[in-house]
C-alpha cells in the first residue's frame, strides 16, 4: 500500500486541473519550499499518493485545515545502518516515521558480514509495505578484513545481479580505502561494476594526493569528515558532505560552520549508526535540524539538507520536496524551533500522529531467516590456555575511545597452569569464538579496563564480523555467557555463578531483536545496569565490547583468529 | 578519441598519488570551483582525458604554466536544436568547441520532422569522434501537429527503442502542452516510457492548474519563460529553468533577476535557436557568461549555470567541475569581465586556442542519408488558383514576431480568372508544397508584408514540417524558386525573371549544409541583400518566411493543407 505506485496520469490531470476531487486536501498551510527557499501559504492537493498540484482552491475527498501549520518534505537520512538500532525495518519504521523520515537509504553492512547476500536480500525483502522507502547501498566491504572470520564473503560479482535491483542505489560506503589506493582487484572490480551509480565513500583522514585518487575513481560522498578543513578539502574535490550525528560519532556542531549558502547543495544529514535509546530519547534526522537550527542554521537550510540535497545526490526523483509530481510524503511542523511534528504523512496517508505511529507495521512473519550462531561444541576445556610464560600481553581499554593500548604485564594467574581472570588486578579474560562456520576457531586474550568483579558478559555483536565476545572474571561465567548466546541464537547475556543472570535474545542474525524498540531499549538499561553492579564503570559495556575485536582499530585486539597488534599488523601471541 | 573512454582506473590512482606522471598537468592556474563556489591557485593532472587530480606538486609528460590563468569546467548548452545553425554536427563543434561549449543536450526535433527516426540517428552517428559530448533529447512531437504534413510520424513505440542508447537522457521538450491537459493518449505514453528519465517541457504561458498538472506528470524542465513572474511560479513547483537566449528569442536580461544564492542550483543557460550569424559573431554558451556579468552577475555563478547546474539536471556524472574523475573538459579564461578564451581542452587534448578550432572535424562521409525533397513533378498550372470571389483573405506580418494578423481584402489582381501576385498592394502569393512523400498537396494563399517587387524567394525550412514554402511576384519565380529547392534537395533559393540568382543548398533534411558554417552565413548574408534588393524591408526575409507555415502560432498561417486559423482552429478557404 505504502510502496510507489505506478502513477495513474489521468487522475493525477484531471485532479490538478481541478476537473475532479482530489482524495485529500491539506488546505491553510505554511508551505517549506526546498526549490525556492521560501515559506509561504498555499493548498496541497493529493492524489493517488502523489502530489497533484500546489495552490489554492483545490477540492477533496478528505479536506484537512492545518491552520497555518508548516508543511515540510518527509525526511531522508542519506546513509545508516539499520542493524544499529537493533531493530527489523518495519519495527526502526514505526520508531522513526513518526519523526518524520519517510526515506532512509541503507548499508546492510553489519547483517551482510554475517549473513552474506541472504541478509541484504532479507532487508529488501521485510523493507517492503511499510510507510517508509529504503533504499540500499551494497555493502562493499564483506569481510571487513582478513584477520577475522566473517560469515560471507562478498565479491564483486557476488555484488552485480543485486545492483539490477530497483531499490539498490550504488555501492556502500567504500570502507577499504587502503585496498583502492593500492589497486586491489576485487575493490576496483567492485568500483567499475559500479559505475554510473552512487558510490559512497568512507575516508577519514584521507587527504591530498591520497583522496584525489579516491575520488578519481568514482567515490562521491564521504560520512567520516570530522572537521571543517577536512570536510572543506573533500568538498572542493567534488564530494558531497555527509554531515554526521550517530550515536557514538557527532560531527554536526564541528562541521556545521562548513556549510554556506553556495555550497549547501552538496551537503545533507545522515545519522549512520543510532542506538535504540537515541532513536527513543532524540529521535532521528528531525533531532538533527533542531540542533542544526539551534546551532544557528536558518530552517529552510537545515530543512534541503533533510531532504531535496540527498534525494538529488541520489537520484531520486520522487522524494525530497513538495510539488507536482512528487510522492505525498510530507512533514507538518508546530513551528520552526522546537520542529513539534505534528502530522507525518506517507504516500497521503496519516502515519504519524504527535510522535506516534498510526499504522500497522506490516507483518513479515512469513519471510524466515536461518540461524546465524552456528558453533562447535564448546567444553569447559575449551576456554582454558597454558602459561606458558610469565610476560603477557594484555588489551589496554581507553576511556571512552574505541582504540586500545598494548602493554605487557607478569604473573598471570593461573590455576592448574591455565591462565584464569585476575579481577583483583583487572586483567579478565577475554574470548572471541568464531560463530559462522563452526570451526571451532577461539582467540583468547586479556583486557584491563572492564572492572568486572563478579560474572562474564557476552554478545554476537563484536564489528564487523560479528563472531562472540566475552569478558568475565571465572571460566565458568564465561562458558556459561557464550554457551547462552548459542541457545538463544545471538544477542546479549549476563552470566553470574555459572547461572545466566539476564539476555537480549538478537536471534535477527545475532544482530536484531524481534521485538519493540521500547522493550529493546528497556532490556539494554538493565543489562548495562546489571554490569555496573558487577563492577564495570562503562558507559556501556557491551558497546565497548563490540569494538574489541575490530583489527582495523589500533592498537591491539582480539579476534577469532587471535591476537592483532595493528601497529606492526600482525598477529602476536598472548604469552611472552 | 574524444568520446569517453573506460577509465584506466589503476593508471588514475597511480597518477593521483604521484606514483607515476600525468599525461598533462595545468600548472599556476587559477581554479574556478563550481562546488565551493571560489577561485583559488592549484594545478591539475590529466590521465588519459580524465582529471586525476587537482592540487599542487604533480608531474606530467606535458606540463603548460598557465601563468595563473582562469580554468572553468567545459561549458554545457542544456537544450538546443542544431540544425538553427544550418550545420552538420562536426561542423556546429568546430565552431563552438573554441568558445568552450563540450557538452550540448540537442533535441533533433527539426531533422526527426523531416526524416523521423533516420534523422535521431544521424545525428546520433556524426555526433561521435567530435571533441563534443552530444546528448540526445528524443523528440517529443513529431509532426508537432495534424495542420501539416510531417516527414515522419513518431509514437511513443517508436521512440521507445532509442531511449536505450546510451546518448540518449530522456524525452525532449513536450511542446504538446494541450495535449498533456486534454490527456491524449499517445502522449501520455510518451510520458509514460520516459517514466525515471529526464523529461523537458516547453509551456510558454501555462500557469496554475494546467501548469501543476503538466508538471505532475514528471515535466521537470522549461525554456519558455519570458518574465520572472512565469519563471517564479514554475520553479516553486520544482521545474528547472532554463534560461535561454537564442536567435530569435532573448531572455536572459527578463529572467536573470529571478536567480539568487537560494536558488540558483535549479537554473542554467541554454540556446535552443541559434542561426549561423550569431554563433559566429556573439558565440555560444560563452555569450551568456559574458552578459550575465554584464547584467551584474557574479562570475562563478554565471559560470555554474553554465557548467555543474547543467549536469546535475541530466545526471551527468563526468562533465560540468574540474574535479578528479571529471572529464578533461576545460576551458582557459584570460579573465573574468570579457571572458576571453585562450584555450579549450577536450579530455585533456587542446582543442580551440584563441578562437580557433584545432582539431580536425571528423570524416562522417560515410554517413550518407536519403534526400529529403520528393516532390511530384510540378508545373506551372499546379500553382494557380481561381479567383471565386471578390474577397479573400490575406496574412498579414506583425512587424518583428512570428505570429501574423488575418484580414480580408477586395478586388483580387487575377490574370485568365487565376488569382496572382499584386506587388503594388503588396498583396503577394505564398505556396506550400508538401515533400515529403510526393503527395503533390499543396496549399496557395495571400500574404502581406514581404514587399517584394521582383523575384520568390523560397525555402524548405518551413516550422514544424519543414515542406516548400515560398513567396513571390509572380508565378513564373515562384516556380522557378521551387523547382530550384527540388533540384539542389532543399535549401534556400531566390528565382528573378524565371531564372534562379542565388541558391543555398541544404541538402541534409533540407535542413542542414554541407560546407563551413562561414560559407553558409557568408551565402545567408548575400541572400538576404538580394532580397532587400527585390524590395523586402525585413530583416531576415527568410527566417520570417520560415513560420509562416507554422499553424500553432497565431492567427492565420499556411500548410500544404490549407489556410488554418488558429483563432477557430479550423482551416478556412482563400477566397470568402
Redesign the interface.
Known amino acids: 500500500m505504502y510502496s510507489r505506485q505506478e502513477?495513474n496520469?489521468?487522475k493525477?490531470?484531471?485532479v490538478?486541473?481541478?476537473q475532479c476531487k482530489a482524495d485529500l486536501v491539506l488546505k491553510n498551510v505554511q508551505l517549506i519550499?526546498v526549490?525556492?527557499?521560501?515559506i509561504y501559504p498555499t493548498s496541497i492537493?493529493v492524489s493517488e499518493g502523489?502530489?497533484?498540484?500546489?495552490?489554492d482552491g483545490y477540492e477533496g475527498e478528505t479536506e484537512i485545515d492545518l491552520n497555518g501549520k508548516y508543511v515540510a518534505p518527509g525526511f531522508i537520512d542519506g546513509h545508516l545502518h539499520i542493524e544499529s538500532s537493533m531493530a527489523p525495518v518495519q519495527e526502526f519504521a514505526r520508531t522513526v516515521v513518526p519523526h518524520g523520515t519517510t526515506t532512509v537509504i541503507i548499508d546492510p553492512h553489519e547483517i551482510a558480514n554475517v549473513m552474506g547476500t541472504t541478509g541484504i536480500t532479507y532487508m529488501l525483502k521485510t523493507s517492503k509495505y511499510n510507510p517508509l522507502n529504503v533504499y540500499v547501498m551494497l555493502p562493499s566491504c564483506v569481510p571487513a578484513t582478513p584477520m577475522e572470520t566473517a560469515g560471507a564473503e562478498l565479491k564483486a560479482l557476488d555484488l552485480f545481479p543485486m545492483l539490477q535491483d530497483r531499490w539498490v542505489l550504488g555501492l556502500g560506503e567504500v570502507m577499504n580505502f587502503p585496498g583502492?589506493?593500492n589497486?586491489e582487484g576485487d575493490v576496483?572490480d567492485k568500483?567499475?561494476l559500479s559505475?554510473?551509480r552512487i558510490i559512497d565513500g568512507h575516508a577519514p583522514g584521507v587527504t591530498?594526493?591520497?583522496l584525489?585518487?579516491y575520488?578519481?575513481?568514482?567515490i562521491?560522498s564521504d560520512h567520516e569528515c570530522t572537521n571543517v578543513e577536512e570536510a572543506?578539502e573533500k568538498?572542493?574535490?567534488?564530494m558531497h558532505i555527509m554531515i554526521r550525528e550517530g550515536s557514538t560519532t557527532k560531527n554536526l556542531a564541528g562541521l556545521l560552520p562548513l556549510v554556506n549558502?553556495?555550497?549547501i547543495?552538496?551537503c545533507f544529514f545522515v545519522t549512520d549508526d543510532r542506538d535504540p535509546i537515541e532513536l527513543l530519547e532524540l529521535g532521528h534526522i528531525d533531532h538533527m535540524i533542531r540542533k542544526a537550527v539551534s546551532l544557528g542554521l536558518d530552517p529552510i537550510s537545515a530543512i534541503r539538507m533533510a531532504t531535496i540535497n540527498t534525494a538529488?545526490y541520489f537520484?531520486l526523483?520522487k522524494v525530497g520536496?513538495v510539488?507536482?509530481?512528487?510522492d505525498a510524503d510530507l512533514v507538518v511542523l508546530d513551528d520552526l524551533e522546537k520542529f513539534k511534528i505534528s502530522q507525518v504523512y506517507k504516500n497521503g496517508e496519516c502515519v504519524g500522529m504527535d510522535g506516534k505511529a498510526v499504522f500497522e507495521p506490516a507483518s513479515h512473519s512469513n519471510i524466515r531467516l536461518r540461524g546465524s550462531v552456528n558453533v562447535k561444541w564448546i567444553e569447559h576445556e575449551h576456554l582454558r590456555i597454558k602459561a606458558t610464560s610469565n610476560k603477557f600481553r594484555v588489551i589496554d581499554l581507553v576511556p571512552g575511545q574505541i582504540v586500545t593500548q598494548s602493554n605487557v604485564e607478569s604473573d598471570p594467574k593461573t590455576e592448574d597452569g591455565f591462565l584464569v581472570s585476575d579481577p583483583q588486578r583487572d586483567l579478565l579474560k577475554i574470548v572471541v569464538i568464531e560463530r559462522h562456520y563452526g570451526s571451532g576457531q577461539m582467540g583468547i586474550g586479556v583486557i584491563r579496563g572492564f572492572k568486572l568483579k563478579k560474572g562474564a558478559i557476552a554478545s554476537t555483536i563484536a564489528h564487523d564480523s560479528h563472531n562472540i565476545i566475552c569478558v568475565g572474571v571465572n571460566d565458568a561465567d564465561i562458558y556459561q555467557a557464550c554457551v547462552q548466546l548459542v541457545r538463544q541464537q545471538g544477542g546479549l547475556a549476563i552470566a553470574v555463578g555459572g547461572e545466566t543472570v539476564d539476555s537480549l535474545p538478537l536471534p535477527i542474525a545475532g544482530l536484531i531483536a524481534n521485538q519493540s524498540m521500547e522493550k529493546t531499549r528497556s532490556k539494554l538499561e538493565d543489562m548495562v545496569r546489571i554490569s555496573k553492579e558487577l563492577g564495570s564503570d562503562l558507559g556501556n559495556p557491551f558497546m565497548t565490547l563490540s569494538f574489541m575485536a575490530l583489527p582495523v582499530i589500533p592498537k591491539l585486539k582480539l579476534t577469532d583468529k587471535g591476537l592483532f597488534d595493528l601497529s606492526t599488523f600482525a598477529f602476536v601471541d598472548l604469552f611472552l
Open positions: 502513477m496520469m489521468d493525477t490531470i484531471r490538478a486541473r481541478k519550499n526549490f525556492s527557499h521560501e492537493a502523489m502530489i497533484a498540484a500546489v495552490g583502492v589506493l589497486r576496483l568500483l567499475k559505475e554510473g591530498g594526493p591520497d584525489n585518487a575520488i578519481a575513481v568514482g562521491k572543506r568538498l572542493r574535490l567534488g549558502q553556495d555550497n547543495s552538496q538529488k537520484g526523483k520536496a510539488a507536482p509530481g512528487y
